[in-house]
């Protein structure tokens, strides 16, 4: 989003940015309810559709917290 903005030199309005900072929030609440932790949050990991809604993009380092570890006895 960030990255977007700057290359095409694109001025926001407060409540545009308000706007886009609720979406990432939305996006982050979904994922964590999910148990989907992301670990690289960042301007480069956020796109902009072309409907102009948040997405929250690389999952590579992410991990779910909801992961039950077993133990076994050998």
Do not use: C, Y
Not at 3 to 11: A, F, G, T
Not at 47 to 55: A, F, Q, R, T, Y
């Amino acid at each position: 989003v960030i990255v977007h903005l700057r290359e095409n030199r694109m001025v926001l309005q407060t409540g545009e940015v308000w706007r886009l900072v609720a979406n990432i929030a939305a996006g982050l609440m979904h994922i964590h309810a999910l148990g989907v932790i992301h670990m690289d949050l960042k301007p480069d990991n956020l796109l902009l559709d072309s409907g102009g809604m948040v997405k929250i993009a690389d999952f590579g380092l992410s991990f779910s917290s909801r992961l039950e570890v077993m133990t076994v006895a050998i």
